[in-house]
């Protein structure tokens, strides 16, 4: 599905095949131990990198395949995403109310590696952040992929998000957060964005908010980008944060 997308909830047992090579992250639990096993041995080898490399081109594809299935229940959507050059890491977070440990994972290619070797903080903190708040995330992992994009800054599915270009470390945290609060609006509440906007991008945009103003200090900005507008209103001083907040609703 490309965009956003309304469907009722139900349960998928999928079957991908792939050459071996390809690092896989994707919607439920995967079944496959010795890829399971692969992955983490790849998040070893990514944790122990120093400097990464620049290139982006693709190796070649291995002769061998491999067929991995991923089973979840109680989900409205499927995704998964592959790339020969994804590195991989590995992460847990600690739900606050139940100490459910749930698996985080990170995959992304040298293009913004800088950045993205803190995601596994990202995602340990909008995953405790929202089940603190919101509700106790449900599901075994939540994986971030990294990797292009026609549209918009990420675009979330069930248990996994993609990630396009953020530019700086504060603005991948802040797409993180918004792409993996979607588990909870749309994702658990199960909402139709189409008909009830706000039901979605509108709260999950104050917990987003609150995010960020709870992790971040107050740092100055202008609506919608534009300083003769923050002026005009008298905004100029306010967080920019709270500013994304006034830019909303001028936009109506």
């Known amino acids: 599905t ?17 050459p071996k090579n390809y690092v896989v992250g994707a919607t439920g639990v995967l079944q496959n131990a010795e890829e399971l096993e692969w992955l983490s041995q790849k998040a070893a080898e990514t944790a122990e990198i120093e400097e990464y490399g620049t290139s982006v081109d693709f190796p070649a594809s291995a002769t061998d395949t491999k067929t991995l299935r991923y089973k979840q229940d109680k989900i409205h959507d499927f995704a998964w995403f592959a790339d020969k050059r994804f590195h991989v890491l590995k992460g847990s977070v600690t739900l606050p109310k139940s100490d459910k440990k749930v698996t985080t994972w990170a995959m992304y290619t040298n293009e913004e590696s800088d950045l993205w070797s803190n995601s596994l903080e990202y995602l340990h903190d909008a995953t405790y952040a929202y089940s603190l708040w919101v509700g106790e995330y449900p599901f075994e992992h939540v994986t971030a992929v990294q990797s292009s994009l026609s549209a918009g800054a990420g675009m979330e599915y069930p248990m996994i998000t993609v990630i396009g270009p953020s530019g700086t470390a504060q603005m991948l945290d802040n797409v993180v957060c918004h792409e993996v ?9 199960g909402s139709n964005e189409r008909s009830y906007p706000w039901m979605d991008e509108g709260i999950n945009s104050f917990y987003e908010t609150r995010y960020m103003t709870s992790k971040y200090p107050p740092s100055s900005g202008s609506v919608l980008g534009n300083e003769k507008m923050a002026k005009f209103f008298d905004v100029g001083n306010l967080d920019k944060f709270r500013i994304n907040e006034l830019s909303a609703q001028l936009t109506e």
């Open 2 to 18: 490309i965009g956003e997308f309304y469907s009722e909830f139900g349960s998928f047992d999928v079957s991908i095949t792939v």
């Open 181 to 189: 609060g979607h588990n909870w609006f749309y994702g658990i509440l």
